[in-house]
Protein backbone atom coordinates (compact mmCIF):
# COMPACT_ATOMS: atom_id res chain seq x y z
CA UNK A 1 0.00 0.00 0.00
CA UNK A 2 1.26 3.90 -0.57
CA UNK A 3 2.43 6.00 2.54
CA UNK A 4 5.05 6.26 4.68
CA UNK A 5 6.88 3.39 5.48
CA UNK A 6 9.11 2.61 8.41
CA UNK A 7 12.47 4.62 8.53
CA UNK A 8 15.41 3.17 7.68
CA UNK A 9 19.13 3.62 8.53
CA UNK A 10 21.80 5.07 6.46
CA UNK A 11 23.77 1.65 6.52
CA UNK A 12 20.49 0.06 5.05
CA UNK A 13 20.04 3.06 2.54
CA UNK A 14 24.16 1.94 1.13
CA UNK A 15 22.99 -1.63 1.26
CA UNK A 16 20.21 -1.17 -0.83
CA UNK A 17 22.31 0.43 -3.05
CA UNK A 18 25.14 -1.91 -3.75
CA UNK A 19 22.34 -4.17 -3.57
CA UNK A 20 20.86 -2.60 -6.80
CA UNK A 21 17.56 -2.59 -4.62
CA UNK A 22 17.76 1.50 -4.97
CA UNK A 23 17.86 2.91 -8.42
CA UNK A 24 17.35 5.79 -10.77
CA UNK A 25 14.69 6.15 -12.98
CA UNK A 26 15.62 7.45 -16.41
CA UNK A 27 14.02 10.67 -15.89
CA UNK A 28 16.24 12.08 -13.01
CA UNK A 29 17.75 14.18 -13.34
CA UNK A 30 21.93 13.93 -12.99
CA UNK A 31 23.80 14.37 -9.70
CA UNK A 32 24.55 18.15 -9.03
CA UNK A 33 25.89 18.97 -5.59
CA UNK A 34 29.29 20.10 -5.26
CA UNK A 35 31.70 19.33 -2.37
CA UNK A 36 30.07 21.87 0.61
CA UNK A 37 26.48 20.60 0.32
CA UNK A 38 27.79 16.96 0.44
CA UNK A 39 30.06 18.02 3.55
CA UNK A 40 26.61 19.94 5.39
CA UNK A 41 24.96 16.97 4.63
CA UNK A 42 26.79 15.04 6.86
CA UNK A 43 27.23 17.71 9.31
CA UNK A 44 23.82 18.12 9.60
CA UNK A 45 23.18 14.55 10.59
CA UNK A 46 26.10 14.70 13.19
CA UNK A 47 24.29 17.61 14.62
CA UNK A 48 20.75 15.35 14.68
CA UNK A 49 18.96 17.68 11.67
CA UNK A 50 16.59 16.24 10.10
CA UNK A 51 17.60 15.60 6.52
CA UNK A 52 13.76 15.82 5.34
CA UNK A 53 11.87 12.55 3.83
CA UNK A 54 12.36 11.22 0.48
CA UNK A 55 9.68 9.54 -1.73
CA UNK A 56 10.49 6.10 -3.51
CA UNK A 57 8.73 4.38 -6.48
CA UNK A 58 8.07 0.40 -6.03
CA UNK A 59 8.93 -0.86 -9.36
CA UNK A 60 7.63 -4.40 -9.76
CA UNK A 61 6.14 -6.94 -12.32
CA UNK A 62 6.40 -5.87 -16.41
CA UNK A 63 6.88 -1.99 -15.05
CA UNK A 64 10.86 -3.10 -14.76
CA UNK A 65 10.88 -3.27 -18.50
CA UNK A 66 9.23 0.16 -19.24
CA UNK A 67 11.90 2.76 -18.77
CA UNK A 68 15.52 2.53 -17.80
CA UNK A 69 17.09 2.60 -14.91
CA UNK A 70 20.73 3.69 -13.57
CA UNK A 71 22.71 2.64 -10.91
CA UNK A 72 24.08 5.33 -8.26
CA UNK A 73 27.28 7.23 -9.28
CA UNK A 74 30.38 5.63 -7.19
CA UNK A 75 33.12 7.83 -8.53
CA UNK A 76 32.05 11.51 -9.30
CA UNK A 77 34.48 13.88 -11.87
CA UNK A 78 33.52 16.89 -12.10
CA UNK A 79 32.62 17.50 -16.10
CA UNK A 80 34.67 14.53 -17.33
CA UNK A 81 32.32 11.35 -14.79
CA UNK A 82 29.09 12.55 -14.02
CA UNK A 83 26.80 10.35 -16.19
CA UNK A 84 25.17 7.39 -14.04
CA UNK A 85 25.18 3.64 -15.43
CA UNK A 86 22.58 1.93 -16.95
CA UNK A 87 21.74 -1.25 -15.53
CA UNK A 88 19.28 -3.79 -16.90
CA UNK A 89 16.45 -4.99 -14.79
CA UNK A 90 14.85 -7.56 -16.87
CA UNK A 91 14.33 -10.36 -14.73
CA UNK A 92 15.05 -8.72 -11.57
CA UNK A 93 13.80 -8.77 -8.15
CA UNK A 94 11.90 -5.85 -7.58
CA UNK A 95 13.30 -2.55 -6.47
CA UNK A 96 12.42 1.10 -5.31
CA UNK A 97 13.62 3.49 -8.27
CA UNK A 98 14.35 6.81 -6.09
CA UNK A 99 11.51 10.04 -7.13
CA UNK A 100 12.82 12.24 -4.67
CA UNK A 101 16.15 11.77 -2.59
CA UNK A 102 18.18 11.04 -5.41
CA UNK A 103 20.75 14.13 -4.49
CA UNK A 104 21.11 13.39 -0.82
CA UNK A 105 21.44 9.17 -1.23
CA UNK A 106 24.39 9.56 -3.82
CA UNK A 107 25.56 12.54 -1.48
CA UNK A 108 25.85 9.81 0.69
CA UNK A 109 26.79 7.49 -0.74
CA UNK A 110 29.43 9.36 -2.40
CA UNK A 111 30.87 9.66 1.00
CA UNK A 112 30.66 6.77 2.55
CA UNK A 113 31.94 4.46 -0.72
CA UNK A 114 32.62 6.62 -3.42
CA UNK A 115 35.00 9.67 -4.44
CA UNK A 116 34.56 12.97 -5.43
CA UNK A 117 36.78 14.40 -8.11
CA UNK A 118 36.74 18.48 -8.46
CA UNK A 119 39.60 20.05 -10.91
CA UNK A 120 42.29 21.47 -9.07
CA UNK A 121 43.23 25.12 -9.32
CA UNK A 122 45.21 26.03 -12.65
CA UNK A 123 44.33 22.61 -13.73
CA UNK A 124 43.51 21.75 -17.14
CA UNK A 125 39.37 21.84 -17.74
CA UNK A 126 39.37 19.52 -21.14
CA UNK A 127 41.53 16.65 -20.07
CA UNK A 128 40.90 14.50 -16.84
CA UNK A 129 43.89 13.51 -15.28
CA UNK A 130 44.32 12.77 -11.52
CA UNK A 131 47.16 15.57 -11.40
CA UNK A 132 43.74 18.05 -12.68
CA UNK A 133 41.09 15.73 -11.15
CA UNK A 134 42.79 14.66 -8.36
CA UNK A 135 40.31 11.78 -6.92
CA UNK A 136 39.09 12.64 -3.36
CA UNK A 137 37.44 11.10 -0.13
CA UNK A 138 35.74 12.33 2.46
CA UNK A 139 37.20 12.50 5.76
CA UNK A 140 36.08 14.04 9.14
CA UNK A 141 38.50 16.10 11.64
CA UNK A 142 38.59 13.95 14.87
CA UNK A 143 41.22 16.36 16.21
CA UNK A 144 38.63 19.46 16.86
CA UNK A 145 35.54 21.06 15.88
CA UNK A 146 33.99 24.70 14.34
CA UNK A 147 33.17 27.31 17.66
CA UNK A 148 30.37 29.11 17.14
CA UNK A 149 32.17 32.05 15.42
CA UNK A 150 33.88 30.20 12.89
CA UNK A 151 31.41 28.52 11.23
CA UNK A 152 27.54 27.27 11.45
CA UNK A 153 29.01 24.19 11.04
CA UNK A 154 30.06 22.13 13.92
CA UNK A 155 31.72 19.32 12.48
CA UNK A 156 34.99 19.43 9.77
CA UNK A 157 34.23 17.28 7.00
CA UNK A 158 36.33 16.97 3.48
CA UNK A 159 37.19 15.89 0.77
CA UNK A 160 40.75 14.78 0.92
CA UNK A 161 43.39 14.27 -1.56
CA UNK A 162 44.10 10.29 -2.44
CA UNK A 163 47.68 11.46 -3.18
CA UNK A 164 47.77 13.09 0.40
CA UNK A 165 45.89 10.61 2.52
CA UNK A 166 46.66 7.36 0.90
CA UNK A 167 43.37 6.30 1.53
CA UNK A 168 44.62 5.52 5.34
CA UNK A 169 41.99 5.40 7.74
CA UNK A 170 43.20 7.46 10.40
CA UNK A 171 45.53 10.46 8.24
CA UNK A 172 47.48 12.81 10.02
CA UNK A 173 48.11 16.05 8.04
CA UNK A 174 50.97 18.46 8.18
CA UNK A 175 49.45 20.59 10.61
CA UNK A 176 48.87 17.31 13.33
CA UNK A 177 45.14 17.07 12.75
CA UNK A 178 43.77 14.01 12.53
CA UNK A 179 41.29 12.50 10.08
CA UNK A 180 39.09 9.89 9.81
CA UNK A 181 38.19 8.38 6.37
CA UNK A 182 34.36 8.09 6.64
CA UNK A 183 33.96 5.00 4.61
CA UNK A 184 35.59 3.02 7.31
CA UNK A 185 32.83 3.42 9.85
CA UNK A 186 30.55 1.27 7.67
CA UNK A 187 32.61 -1.96 8.38
CA UNK A 188 34.16 -0.78 11.20
CA UNK A 189 31.99 -3.55 13.98
CA UNK A 190 32.84 -6.23 11.43
CA UNK A 191 36.69 -5.46 11.82
CA UNK A 192 37.56 -4.95 15.58
CA UNK A 193 34.80 -2.76 16.78
CA UNK A 194 35.60 1.43 17.61
CA UNK A 195 37.50 0.33 21.05
CA UNK A 196 40.28 -1.95 19.57
CA UNK A 197 40.36 1.00 16.29
CA UNK A 198 41.16 3.77 18.55
CA UNK A 199 43.77 1.54 20.56
CA UNK A 200 45.36 0.41 17.87
CA UNK A 201 45.47 4.20 16.11
CA UNK A 202 46.51 5.99 19.96
CA UNK A 203 42.92 7.82 19.54
CA UNK A 204 42.11 9.97 22.43
CA UNK A 205 38.69 9.87 24.25
CA UNK A 206 37.02 13.12 22.08
CA UNK A 207 38.44 11.38 18.54
CA UNK A 208 36.92 8.16 19.53
CA UNK A 209 33.46 10.53 20.64
CA UNK A 210 33.27 11.64 17.37
CA UNK A 211 33.73 8.56 15.30
CA UNK A 212 31.24 6.80 17.67
CA UNK A 213 29.07 9.54 16.52
CA UNK A 214 29.45 9.29 13.61
CA UNK A 215 29.16 5.60 13.79
CA UNK A 216 25.39 6.11 15.43
CA UNK A 217 24.58 8.26 13.22
CA UNK A 218 25.09 5.64 10.44
CA UNK A 219 24.25 2.33 11.56
CA UNK A 220 21.28 2.99 13.90
CA UNK A 221 20.04 6.85 13.69
CA UNK A 222 16.48 5.96 11.77
CA UNK A 223 17.23 9.16 9.31
CA UNK A 224 16.03 7.75 5.76
CA UNK A 225 12.04 8.50 6.42
CA UNK A 226 10.21 7.72 2.76
CA UNK A 227 6.85 7.81 1.11
CA UNK A 228 6.48 4.72 -1.07
CA UNK A 229 3.97 4.73 -4.38
CA UNK A 230 3.32 1.55 -5.47
CA UNK A 231 1.07 1.95 -8.62
CA UNK A 232 2.66 0.63 -11.72
CA UNK A 233 1.10 3.25 -14.13
CA UNK A 234 4.59 4.63 -15.96
CA UNK A 235 2.78 8.40 -16.48
CA UNK A 236 1.66 8.97 -12.72
CA UNK A 237 5.17 8.13 -11.79
CA UNK A 238 6.30 10.64 -14.20
CA UNK A 239 3.52 13.43 -12.92
CA UNK A 240 4.57 12.34 -9.25
CA UNK A 241 8.27 13.64 -10.14
CA UNK A 242 7.33 16.61 -12.11
CA UNK A 243 4.93 17.65 -9.64
CA UNK A 244 7.68 17.30 -6.85
CA UNK A 245 10.42 18.93 -8.83
CA UNK A 246 8.80 21.66 -10.64
CA UNK A 247 9.02 23.62 -7.72
CA UNK A 248 12.34 23.70 -6.59
CA UNK A 249 15.17 25.11 -5.95
CA UNK A 250 17.96 23.27 -8.34
CA UNK A 251 15.76 22.16 -10.90
CA UNK A 252 14.84 24.04 -14.06
CA UNK A 253 11.81 23.89 -16.25
CA UNK A 254 13.93 22.35 -18.71
CA UNK A 255 15.02 19.74 -16.42
CA UNK A 256 11.35 18.63 -16.30
CA UNK A 257 10.92 19.02 -19.88
CA UNK A 258 14.28 16.38 -20.29
CA UNK A 259 12.71 14.22 -17.45
CA UNK A 260 9.89 13.59 -19.30
CA UNK A 261 11.61 13.07 -22.90
CA UNK A 262 14.10 10.70 -21.45
CA UNK A 263 11.12 9.09 -20.12
CA UNK A 264 9.07 8.97 -22.96
CA UNK A 265 11.57 7.98 -25.38
CA UNK A 266 11.02 4.05 -26.28
CA UNK A 267 14.04 2.25 -28.15
CA UNK A 268 16.80 4.51 -28.03
CA UNK A 269 18.50 5.39 -24.35
CA UNK A 270 17.67 9.28 -24.68
CA UNK A 271 19.82 10.30 -21.15
CA UNK A 272 23.07 8.50 -23.10
CA UNK A 273 21.89 9.88 -26.44
CA UNK A 274 21.92 13.41 -25.25
CA UNK A 275 25.05 13.22 -23.03
CA UNK A 276 26.73 12.03 -25.54
CA UNK A 277 26.21 14.65 -28.17
CA UNK A 278 26.82 17.22 -25.73
CA UNK A 279 30.08 15.97 -24.88
CA UNK A 280 30.89 15.70 -28.49
CA UNK A 281 29.79 18.88 -29.36
CA UNK A 282 31.85 19.75 -26.10
CA UNK A 283 34.77 18.25 -27.48
CA UNK A 284 34.63 20.39 -30.61
CA UNK A 285 35.00 23.84 -27.99
CA UNK A 286 31.85 24.62 -27.56
CA UNK A 287 29.92 24.70 -24.24
CA UNK A 288 26.06 23.83 -24.95
CA UNK A 289 23.68 22.18 -22.70
CA UNK A 290 20.10 20.09 -22.76
CA UNK A 291 18.13 23.93 -23.41
CA UNK A 292 20.13 23.88 -26.25
CA UNK A 293 18.97 20.43 -27.17
CA UNK A 294 15.69 20.50 -26.44
CA UNK A 295 15.25 24.34 -27.94
CA UNK A 296 16.90 22.56 -31.03
CA UNK A 297 14.13 19.52 -31.30
CA UNK A 298 11.24 22.12 -31.00
CA UNK A 299 12.53 24.73 -33.43
CA UNK A 300 13.23 22.00 -35.54
CA UNK A 301 9.62 20.13 -35.07
CA UNK A 302 7.16 22.35 -32.90
CA UNK A 303 4.85 25.11 -34.14
CA UNK A 304 5.80 26.91 -30.48
CA UNK A 305 9.28 27.20 -29.68
CA UNK A 306 8.50 28.18 -25.57
CA UNK A 307 9.56 25.65 -23.01
CA UNK A 308 5.85 24.19 -22.42
CA UNK A 309 5.43 20.84 -20.84
CA UNK A 310 2.24 20.59 -23.29
CA UNK A 311 4.66 21.27 -25.77
CA UNK A 312 6.70 17.31 -25.44
CA UNK A 313 3.09 15.32 -25.88
CA UNK A 314 3.62 11.83 -26.91
CA UNK A 315 3.79 12.46 -30.76
CA UNK A 316 6.37 14.92 -30.60
CA UNK A 317 9.04 13.35 -28.61
CA UNK A 318 7.86 10.25 -30.54
CA UNK A 319 8.84 12.19 -34.16
CA UNK A 320 11.76 13.51 -32.60
CA UNK A 321 13.12 9.81 -31.64
CA UNK A 322 12.45 8.62 -34.90
CA UNK A 323 14.44 11.25 -36.42
CA UNK A 324 16.98 11.25 -33.88
CA UNK A 325 20.34 10.31 -35.80
CA UNK A 326 19.45 12.67 -38.44
CA UNK A 327 19.17 15.49 -35.64
CA UNK A 328 22.20 14.30 -33.82
CA UNK A 329 24.35 14.69 -37.16
CA UNK A 330 22.52 17.71 -38.29
CA UNK A 331 23.90 19.19 -34.82
CA UNK A 332 27.13 17.91 -35.12
CA UNK A 333 27.52 18.92 -38.75
CA UNK A 334 26.38 22.21 -37.43
CA UNK A 335 29.35 22.74 -34.95
CA UNK A 336 31.63 21.57 -37.55
CA UNK A 337 30.70 24.55 -39.58
CA UNK A 338 30.64 27.33 -36.70
CA UNK A 339 34.16 25.86 -35.81
CA UNK A 340 35.36 26.61 -39.76
CA UNK A 341 34.09 30.11 -39.10
CA UNK A 342 37.02 30.93 -36.74
CA UNK A 343 34.27 31.37 -34.04
CA UNK A 344 35.28 29.74 -30.20
CA UNK A 345 32.71 29.32 -27.54
CA UNK A 346 33.73 32.66 -25.95
CA UNK A 347 33.16 34.37 -29.12
CA UNK A 348 29.71 32.50 -30.25
CA UNK A 349 28.14 35.07 -28.11
CA UNK A 350 24.77 32.89 -28.33
CA UNK A 351 24.06 29.63 -29.66
CA UNK A 352 20.46 30.01 -30.28
CA UNK A 353 21.42 32.04 -33.76
CA UNK A 354 22.66 28.82 -35.10
CA UNK A 355 19.24 27.39 -35.12
CA UNK A 356 18.11 28.84 -38.24
CA UNK A 357 21.30 27.37 -39.25
CA UNK A 358 20.35 23.70 -38.29
CA UNK A 359 16.71 23.93 -39.27
CA UNK A 360 18.26 24.47 -42.95
CA UNK A 361 20.62 21.78 -42.96
CA UNK A 362 18.78 19.45 -41.27
CA UNK A 363 15.39 20.09 -43.37
CA UNK A 364 17.18 19.87 -46.72
CA UNK A 365 19.39 16.61 -45.77
CA UNK A 366 22.95 18.13 -46.33
CA UNK A 367 24.37 17.51 -43.25
CA UNK A 368 27.03 14.92 -44.43
CA UNK A 369 30.39 16.69 -44.52
CA UNK A 370 28.56 20.07 -45.30
CA UNK A 371 31.23 21.88 -43.92
CA UNK A 372 34.08 20.30 -46.08
CA UNK A 373 32.54 19.63 -49.40
CA UNK A 374 33.01 22.21 -52.20
CA UNK A 375 29.42 22.17 -53.74
CA UNK A 376 28.54 23.97 -50.56
CA UNK A 377 31.34 26.17 -50.70
CA UNK A 378 28.90 29.46 -51.74
CA UNK A 379 26.20 28.54 -49.19
CA UNK A 380 28.40 28.20 -46.06
CA UNK A 381 30.31 32.05 -47.07
CA UNK A 382 26.34 33.33 -47.03
CA UNK A 383 25.59 31.57 -43.98
CA UNK A 384 29.19 32.38 -42.30
CA UNK A 385 28.56 35.97 -43.05
CA UNK A 386 25.03 36.17 -41.86
CA UNK A 387 25.65 34.44 -38.45
CA UNK A 388 28.57 36.99 -37.78
CA UNK A 389 26.32 39.43 -38.56
CA UNK A 390 23.51 38.30 -36.36
CA UNK A 391 26.16 37.99 -33.59
CA UNK A 392 27.21 41.27 -33.97
CA UNK A 393 24.13 43.12 -34.13
CA UNK A 394 22.97 40.85 -30.91
CA UNK A 395 19.46 39.66 -32.84
CA UNK A 396 19.12 36.73 -30.86
CA UNK A 397 19.46 38.33 -27.66
CA UNK A 398 16.42 39.23 -25.04
CA UNK A 399 13.44 37.89 -26.17
CA UNK A 400 15.16 35.30 -28.21
CA UNK A 401 11.71 33.09 -28.85
CA UNK A 402 9.82 35.47 -30.66
CA UNK A 403 13.19 35.87 -32.65
CA UNK A 404 13.74 32.29 -32.92
CA UNK A 405 9.56 32.25 -34.18
CA UNK A 406 9.94 34.70 -36.35
CA UNK A 407 13.25 33.37 -38.23
CA UNK A 408 11.40 30.27 -38.95
CA UNK A 409 8.79 31.89 -41.36
CA UNK A 410 11.41 32.66 -43.81
CA UNK A 411 11.59 28.60 -44.15
CA UNK A 412 7.95 27.62 -44.42
CA UNK A 413 4.62 29.08 -44.59
CA UNK A 414 3.12 25.82 -43.41
CA UNK A 415 4.14 26.54 -39.45
CA UNK A 416 1.83 23.07 -38.63
CA UNK A 417 3.92 21.06 -40.78
CA UNK A 418 7.55 23.03 -40.31
CA UNK A 419 8.49 21.14 -43.85
CA UNK A 420 10.95 23.20 -45.91
CA UNK A 421 9.95 24.85 -48.83
CA UNK A 422 11.66 24.86 -52.15
CA UNK A 423 14.31 26.67 -50.83
CA UNK A 424 18.00 26.07 -52.85
CA UNK A 425 20.37 28.29 -50.42
CA UNK A 426 20.36 29.87 -46.85
CA UNK A 427 17.41 32.73 -47.21
CA UNK A 428 19.19 35.53 -45.04
CA UNK A 429 17.35 37.60 -46.50
CA UNK A 430 14.21 36.17 -46.01
CA UNK A 431 15.08 35.63 -42.43
CA UNK A 432 16.27 39.20 -41.67
CA UNK A 433 12.86 40.48 -43.41
CA UNK A 434 11.04 38.28 -40.82
CA UNK A 435 12.99 39.06 -37.62
CA UNK A 436 10.86 42.29 -36.14
CA UNK A 437 14.21 44.06 -34.45
CA UNK A 438 16.45 44.32 -36.99
CA UNK A 439 16.08 47.79 -38.47
CA UNK A 440 18.59 49.53 -40.27
CA UNK A 441 21.93 50.32 -38.40
CA UNK A 442 22.69 53.97 -37.81
CA UNK A 443 26.53 55.51 -37.16
CA UNK A 444 25.86 55.96 -33.62
CA UNK A 445 25.46 51.75 -33.07
CA UNK A 446 28.63 51.35 -35.20
CA UNK A 447 30.51 54.18 -33.04
CA UNK A 448 29.80 51.91 -30.34
CA UNK A 449 30.80 49.14 -32.30
CA UNK A 450 34.14 50.59 -33.14
CA UNK A 451 35.28 51.12 -29.44
CA UNK A 452 34.86 47.37 -28.81
CA UNK A 453 38.06 46.30 -27.24
CA UNK A 454 40.64 43.71 -28.73
CA UNK A 455 40.16 40.03 -27.50
CA UNK A 456 36.42 41.15 -26.60
CA UNK A 457 33.47 38.53 -27.53
CA UNK A 458 32.72 40.81 -30.39
CA UNK A 459 35.86 41.92 -31.40
CA UNK A 460 36.21 38.75 -33.63
CA UNK A 461 32.90 38.58 -35.70
CA UNK A 462 33.48 42.71 -36.13
CA UNK A 463 37.11 42.03 -37.63
CA UNK A 464 35.82 38.66 -39.08
CA UNK A 465 32.93 40.36 -41.21
CA UNK A 466 35.95 43.61 -41.98
CA UNK A 467 38.45 40.96 -43.19
CA UNK A 468 36.34 38.01 -44.38
CA UNK A 469 39.42 36.01 -46.33
CA UNK A 470 41.53 35.24 -43.79
CA UNK A 471 42.00 31.48 -43.24
CA UNK A 472 39.14 31.12 -40.09
CA UNK A 473 39.10 27.91 -40.83
CA UNK A 474 42.52 26.85 -39.30
CA UNK A 475 42.61 29.49 -36.66
CA UNK A 476 45.50 31.13 -38.87
CA UNK A 477 44.64 34.45 -37.48
CA UNK A 478 45.29 36.99 -35.24
CA UNK A 479 44.18 40.14 -34.17
CA UNK A 480 46.95 42.67 -34.40
CA UNK A 481 46.87 46.46 -32.98
CA UNK A 482 48.00 48.62 -36.23
CA UNK A 483 49.75 51.39 -34.20
CA UNK A 484 51.55 48.57 -31.79
CA UNK A 485 50.46 48.32 -28.42
CA UNK A 486 54.09 48.88 -27.53
CA UNK A 487 53.84 52.52 -28.96
CA UNK A 488 50.77 53.83 -26.82
CA UNK A 489 53.52 55.32 -24.17
CA UNK A 490 55.10 57.19 -27.30
CA UNK A 491 51.61 58.62 -28.25
CA UNK A 492 51.65 62.88 -27.47
CA UNK A 493 50.29 63.81 -24.24
CA UNK A 494 47.11 65.48 -26.39
CA UNK A 495 46.29 62.55 -27.84
CA UNK A 496 46.49 60.29 -24.81
CA UNK A 497 44.31 62.59 -23.05
CA UNK A 498 41.92 63.22 -26.17
CA UNK A 499 41.71 59.22 -26.93
CA UNK A 500 43.41 57.00 -24.57
CA UNK A 501 43.76 53.05 -24.26
CA UNK A 502 39.68 52.49 -24.73
CA UNK A 503 40.27 54.06 -28.57
CA UNK A 504 43.99 52.94 -28.87
CA UNK A 505 42.86 49.39 -28.01
CA UNK A 506 39.77 49.58 -30.38
CA UNK A 507 38.67 48.38 -33.49
CA UNK A 508 39.71 51.36 -34.56
CA UNK A 509 43.11 50.70 -34.38
CA UNK A 510 42.85 47.09 -34.72
CA UNK A 511 43.14 44.92 -38.05
CA UNK A 512 42.65 41.20 -39.15
CA UNK A 513 46.12 39.93 -40.00
CA UNK A 514 47.34 36.49 -41.13
CA UNK A 515 49.20 34.55 -37.92
CA UNK A 516 52.21 34.30 -39.83
CA UNK A 517 52.14 37.99 -40.92
CA UNK A 518 51.65 39.05 -37.40
CA UNK A 519 54.50 37.59 -36.12
CA UNK A 520 56.68 39.01 -38.95
CA UNK A 521 54.87 42.68 -37.99
CA UNK A 522 55.31 42.03 -34.39
CA UNK A 523 55.63 45.65 -33.37
CA UNK A 524 57.10 47.11 -36.17
CA UNK A 525 55.84 50.89 -36.46
CA UNK A 526 52.87 51.15 -38.99
CA UNK A 527 54.47 53.29 -41.44
CA UNK A 528 57.63 50.97 -41.20
CA UNK A 529 55.49 47.61 -41.67
CA UNK A 530 53.59 49.59 -44.46
CA UNK A 531 56.82 50.33 -46.29
CA UNK A 532 58.64 46.51 -45.97
CA UNK A 533 55.30 44.78 -47.13
CA UNK A 534 54.26 47.14 -50.16
CA UNK A 535 58.05 46.89 -51.60
CA UNK A 536 56.94 44.72 -54.21
CA UNK A 537 53.51 44.93 -54.53
CA UNK A 538 50.60 47.58 -54.71
CA UNK A 539 50.18 50.10 -52.59
CA UNK A 540 46.68 51.19 -52.68
CA UNK A 541 45.22 47.36 -53.19
CA UNK A 542 47.29 46.65 -49.78
CA UNK A 543 45.66 49.19 -47.90
CA UNK A 544 42.07 48.87 -49.24
CA UNK A 545 42.17 45.25 -48.22
CA UNK A 546 43.65 46.45 -44.67
CA UNK A 547 41.24 49.08 -44.42
CA UNK A 548 44.20 51.88 -43.69
CA UNK A 549 43.66 55.15 -44.48
CA UNK A 550 45.78 56.56 -47.40
CA UNK A 551 47.03 60.00 -48.63
CA UNK A 552 48.17 60.69 -45.02
CA UNK A 553 51.16 60.71 -42.73
CA UNK A 554 51.07 57.08 -40.66
CA UNK A 555 53.31 58.48 -37.85
CA UNK A 556 52.40 58.00 -34.56
CA UNK A 557 52.58 61.65 -33.65
CA UNK A 558 49.36 62.27 -37.16
CA UNK A 559 47.39 59.81 -34.60
CA UNK A 560 44.27 62.17 -34.72
CA UNK A 561 44.07 62.38 -38.43
CA UNK A 562 44.70 58.48 -38.64
CA UNK A 563 41.91 57.82 -36.43
CA UNK A 564 39.53 60.52 -37.72
CA UNK A 565 40.26 58.84 -41.59
CA UNK A 566 40.30 55.44 -40.30
CA UNK A 567 37.07 55.82 -38.62
CA UNK A 568 35.15 56.88 -41.70
CA UNK A 569 36.20 53.97 -43.60
CA UNK A 570 34.99 51.66 -40.79
CA UNK A 571 31.51 53.34 -40.51
CA UNK A 572 31.33 53.07 -44.14
CA UNK A 573 31.98 49.51 -45.07
CA UNK A 574 30.16 48.29 -41.47
CA UNK A 575 27.37 49.84 -42.28
CA UNK A 576 27.36 48.86 -45.89
CA UNK A 577 28.08 44.64 -44.19
CA UNK A 578 25.36 44.79 -41.48
CA UNK A 579 22.49 46.46 -43.16
Not at 137 to 164: G, Q
Not at 187 to 194: P, R
Not at 546 to 571: A, C, D, G, M, W
Amino acid sequence: MPGFQAPITIHQAIERINRNEFLLPAFQREFVWKINQIEQLFDSLMQGYPISSMLFWKVKENTKADFRFYQFLKKYVEIHATHNDIIGTNGVNDFHAILDGQQRLTALYLGLCGSYAYRRNYGSKEYFSEKSYPTRHLYLNISSTYTEEESDRKYKFAFLDKADTQEQEIYISDDDEKWFKAGVVLDLYKIDGLDDFAEKHELSKESKKLIKLLERVIHTGLNINYYEEDDQNPDKAVNIFVRINSGGTYLSFSNILMSITIASWKKKDARTEISNLVDNIRAKGFNIDQDYILKSFLYLYHKDVRFRITSFKNDFIGNIELNWENIRNSILSLFDLIKTFGLTDYTLTTNNATLPILYYIYHRNIFTDFSTKIGHKNDREVIKKWLLTMLVRRAFGGQSDATLTQSRKAFTADIDSLKLGIIAEFPFPEINKEIKNLTDIGDDFIEELLLTQKDSQYSFPILALLYPDMDYKNNNFHQDHLHPAASYDNLIDKDKETYGWKTYNSILNLQMLDANENMSKNAMDLKDWIEKETKNSDLKRFMQSHIIPQNISLELSNFTQYITNRKVLLISKLKSILN
